[in-house]
């Protein structure tokens, strides 16, 4: 998973995965930060 933090989002990157000798990482320069599925933002937690 990759994940940018811009304000007050997090962003799950896309991108290509590799795997070489049982490690999985992203091929460079595949990681894409704008077509996303997913962005989470912070919320006010007030525990009682």
Avoid: H, P, W
């Avoid at 995965?17 to 490690?23: D, G, S």
């Avoid at 990681?31 to 007030?46: G, M, S």
Wanted: proline content about 0%; some cysteine.
């Amino acid at each position: 998973m990759a994940f940018l933090k811009r304000g007050n989002e997090l962003i799950l990157g896309n991108g290509k995965v590799q795997n070489t000798l049982c490690a999985s990482y992203f091929v460079k320069g595949t990681i894409d930060f704008e077509r996303v599925k997913f962005k989470f933002t912070t919320v006010d937690f007030i525990y009682k």
